[in-house]
């Protein structure tokens, strides 16, 4: 669409209003959003402090300005979770002391002449100073243009942000949302924008200007080789009318379309119609008229520059949702906020705030919704799929768990000896909870208290050291969970990264670093502007990739570099940049060929490594998928957006981009019964396959949902066999099968059939022995958070399972997966008994290993279990000598000449402990 006219905007060589900071310059500079809000109680001394020395090339910076934010838990409001914690100006040696109490910090520091320096950093409890240096970088600057998308005309008074990724920036990673480090200019009558002052690094930029979608760009590495180009699509519009319940058209009605940033609204007319312009993606279409509220069916996927049409909200009697939130003692919960949002969309339809009774009550339009609830002091949790329905209320009580977790333990290096100073931190699975740290004594224990249920994340860092250890627990209420880890001593790896042609990096890379060993954590680090790198790490041996900062996921091969890292000691390792240059990609299209945005994408890998990865669609339907180990199985896409689906059978990588269609979605209706005992009053729904798995799209779009009574209606199932599941308010079960159709409707009756039941087994070894920590999965493919893991002895156990048949899967350390399946009773404990699991398949023609260069010498990094190799009798830390004669100089020869055709015999020489031997070993067949 053309651009929109307007006044041209005048020039401004004047600063930004978030100054100490970047000028912005060649545009007009936005005025900025509201301040971070100010911690109700300022820290004092008595609290602690950070230690601040601010730094450039020459030295200490006197009078530079330097600000703290303190991250807090996110307690449903919408309000950020950072608060302003703290500000101040170095003297003259550049240093500052700043009061600070514990928790996670943003610190930033800015001086004219420079580009800003970021650090996110920890205050632990116990520690009474945090040091922190800061250290100021030569201001850079970012210019470019607004057009509009395939056309580059210009797009003026464009509104551009940049806002920063304050530490190692990878795709997932999130800019920290706080305005006074958020950079605004808006572009100027020929598109053109310009921002001076900014520090070298990545960002994430979003550009929004009448009449067009809002376009982000992520991981955006600033400065740009020239000016950037940010092409920006035609917005979306969504029309309609709105009709009361005898179908007459409502003039004046207040219609809202939530799914952005903020809501789109409008006022319809006398005929009842009404237009909204939005943004490409998925919008919840809602109206109201004084008491009486609608909502359209389902969620509507806008393309950019898509209008569509016939969309109707019928209004009916007032309706939303109500209930209590108590903690699990029964006591009411007051102040405990409640938020709606749309089931498998964005933008909040409604809040509402607890009372001295716990009681609470929400207006919202007839539909389905998440509810998330959080509380000072308590366990947060979300209802996925409230049903709400036209002219009711539905009942929806809450019981919060309070936060009394607690974790204690140990952490020892790898000899058994206390670490004392370490740094212990738990960080709760979900993105909105709050990181506690504390540091261990010197007899190395440490205790956390007052945590929140659920999954966590534990992590032990030596005091200074960059890497650590980390678990994931499954915390429990006034519980105490023991926790203990071993820290070795640390050495580091450093090298260049360049890419495959030689040529130096346009742009900074990631190194990551697996062990092998299977003690240590991964980890991770950005190389600077000329592909250097250094990480420390744990003593052990690591596999290393290079990798661009957008790659998706990582996937380490046989062939990528393995170093042994020893304790206190530095070694080297150059790496090629891995470049998606062959990965699979492709277009969703909605059932009219519009492209379809964000459309969630299912890759189904079968074989020996059985596997879903989901990623999602852009703003206009194009996706992509991580490079993959050569001669990897074939893939099945899966493409859903607001149940209209899609498939594509054989996807490979190298044959071009390929395009799934999706096709209408079915509506499907139906009821719980109950063969004795009183009907449900509310119940839960899932909709799984036909084998009783769950969908591919689950994880990333609801599956789930709530409904009061003993009805459903589905307006966006997918058109597919599917299997029912429900579960009701008083812990009965029920499934049922149907076939659906694209665009076809079908009724079904759930029969209940009793209450839950449980499925335990055990995993041992191929080559004998209990297999412990092998990862467990119900009815899902493997990922990394599984439902259960086995314990010592090989056992596990999957509590709360539905009767009917189910699918478990077992994924052991360095293995295959294996699958079993089994049916259980209502309230029947099923015993899957030994399950045998075997270490994964060596790749054929190799020997089931990996070399290190070490010190000079060329030794086993790493084996397969049950490989060529380890069957032989070679070892960890064996020396390599000489393959079939030919003496071996570094890791390429010994990866080269221990190749061979499958099947094939190879001769090696080893020095174990001073002494040569000679092994024939087998290749893989």
């Not at 009361?244 to 003039?251: F, H, I, N, R, T």
């Not at 990264?497 to 130096?504: H, N």
């Amino acid at each position: 669409m053309p651009a929109p006219g307007g006044t041209a905007a005048s020039h401004a060589d004047t600063p930004s209003t978030a100054a100490p900071g970047p000028v912005a310059t060649a545009s007009t500079p936005r005025t900025r959003a509201t301040p971070t809000p100010a911690l109700e109680k300022a820290a004092t001394p008595e609290d602690g402090a950070f230690v601040l020395r601010v730094v450039d090339g020459s030295g200490p910076v006197a009078g530079a300005q330097v600000r703290a934010w303190l991250r807090l838990a996110a307690d449903g409001s919408g309000t950020t979770p950072w608060r302003r914690a703290g500000e101040g100006t170095t003297s003259a040696d550049g240093t500052l002391r700043l009061p600070a109490g514990p928790g996670d910090y943003l610190l930033s520091a800015s001086a004219p002449g420079h580009g800003p320096a970021r650090h996110e950093a920890t205050r632990p409890l116990g520690e009474a100073e945090t040091a922190v240096e800061l250290s100021l970088p030569a201001g850079v600057s970012l210019e470019g243009r607004t057009v509009a998308e395939g056309r580059d005309e210009p797009v003026p008074l464009a509104e551009v942000t940049l806002r920063p990724y304050p530490g190692v920036a990878r795709l997932g990673a999130e800019p920290v949302d706080v305005p006074e480090e958020s950079h605004a200019v808006t572009s100027d009558a020929r598109g053109h924008f310009a921002f001076s002052g900014l520090a070298p690094g990545r960002y994430e930029l979003t550009a929004e200007a009448a009449g067009f979608s809002r376009r982000t760009l992520r991981l955006l590495q600033v400065p740009q080789p020239g000016e950037l180009v940010v092409g920006l699509w035609g917005a979306g519009t969504l029309e309609g009318f709105v009709r009361d319940a005898k179908g007459q058209p409502v003039a004046g009605a207040e219609v809202s379309a939530s799914g952005g940033l903020a809501p789109v609204s409008t006022t319809t007319g006398e005929s009842g119609g009404f237009a909204l312009e939005v943004q490409a993606g998925d919008w919840v279409v809602s109206a109201r008229r004084g008491e009486s509220a609608g909502r359209a069916p389902g969620i509507y996927s806008v393309a950019a520059g898509e209008t569509l049409r016939g969309v109707t909200v019928t209004l009916g009697g007032a309706s939303g949702m109500e209930g209590t939130v108590s903690s699990t003692d029964g006591a009411p919960v007051r102040g405990a906020v409640l938020v709606a949002t749309p089931s498998g969309g964005t933008g909040v339809m409604g809040r509402a705030t607890s009372d001295e009774s716990g009681a609470w009550r929400l207006d919202t339009p007839p539909g389905e919704y998440d509810v998330a609830v959080r509380a000072p002091g308590m366990t947060g949790l979300e209802r996925e799929g409230v049903v709400v329905t036209p002219g009711r209320y539905t009942p929806l009580d809450v019981r919060l768990e309070p936060a009394t977790a607690v974790v204690e333990g140990s952490v020892v290096d790898d000899g058994g000896r206390p670490v004392a100073r370490a740094t212990v931190r738990a960080r709760p699975q979900a993105t909105d909870g709050m990181t506690r740290a504390t540091l261990t004594g010197a007899d190395g224990t440490y205790r956390l208290e007052g945590l929140e249920a659920g999954p966590t994340f534990l992590q032990a860092q030596r005091e200074g050291a960059a890497q650590g250890a980390q678990q994931r627990e499954v915390l429990k209420p006034a519980t105490t969970t023991r926790v203990d880890f071993t820290l070795p001593e640390s050495g580091s790896v450093s090298g260049q990264v360049t890419r495959a042609s030689g040529a130096p990096l346009t742009a900074p890379a990631l190194v990551y670093a697996l062990p092998r060993n299977g003690t240590a954590s991964m980890g991770h680090v950005e190389t600077d502007a000329q592909g250097r790198y250094e990480l420390e790490l744990g003593a052990g041996v690591y596999q290393l990739v290079a990798l661009p900062p957008s790659a998706p996921i990582y996937f380490h091969a046989e062939e990528d570099p393995a170093v042994t890292v020893p304790a206190g000691a530095a070694v080297r390792q150059d790496l090629t940049l891995k470049e998606d240059t062959g990965a699979l990609s492709g277009t969703v299209l909605e059932p009219s060929g519009a492209p379809s945005p964000l459309a969630v994408v299912a890759a189904i890998q079968g074989g020996d490594f059985a596997m879903t990865l989901r990623v999602r669609a852009d703003e206009v339907g194009h996706f992509a998928l991580p490079q993959r180990p050569p001669n990897a199985s074939p893939l099945e896409l899966v493409a859903f957006n607001g149940g209209r689906m899609g498939r594509l059978q054989g996807a490979r990588e190298g044959h071009g981009d390929v395009t799934v269609r999706l096709q209408p979605s079915a509506t499907l209706r139906g009821r719980v019964v109950a063969a004795s005992g009183a009907p449900p009053d509310g119940f839960t729904l899932e909709l799984r396959d036909v084998n009783g798995e769950e969908l591919p799209w689950a994880q990333a779009w609801p599956t789930t949902r709530r409904f009061p009574g003993d009805t459903f209606s589905l307006p966006d199932a997918p058109g597919q066999p599917v299997k029912v599941t429900v579960r009701t308010e008083d812990g009965r079960t029920g499934e049922a099968q149907v076939t659906l159709t694209p665009g076809g409707s079908a009724e079904v009756e759930v029969p209940l059939t009793g209450g839950a039941s449980s499925i335990s087994g055990r995993a041992v070894w191929s080559r004998g022995g209990a297999a412990a920590g092998v990862a467990v999965f119900l009815d899902r493919p493997v990922s990394s958070t599984p439902d259960a893991r086995t314990g010592p002895e090989g056992r596990f156990r999957l509590d709360d399972v539905r009767p009917g048949s189910h699918t478990v899967r077992l994924w052991p350390p360095e293995g295959r997966v294996e699958t079993r399946t089994v049916r259980v009773a209502a309230a029947q404990a099923s015993d899957l008994g030994d399950v045998t699991v075997s270490p994964r398949r060596t790749t054929p023609g190799t020997l089931g290993a990996g070399f290190s260069e070490d010190r000079g010498y060329v030794t086993f990094a790493w084996l397969t279990p049950d490989g060529p190799a380890a069957l032989a009798g070679v070892s960890v830390g064996d020396r390599l000598v000489s393959v079939d004669g030919q003496v071996v100089r570094d890791r390429a020869e010994a990866e080269s000449r221990t190749r061979g055709t499958p099947g094939s015999p190879v001769r090696l020489q080893l020095r174990r402990t001073g002494m040569e031997q000679e092994l024939l070993v087998t290749r893989a067949p």
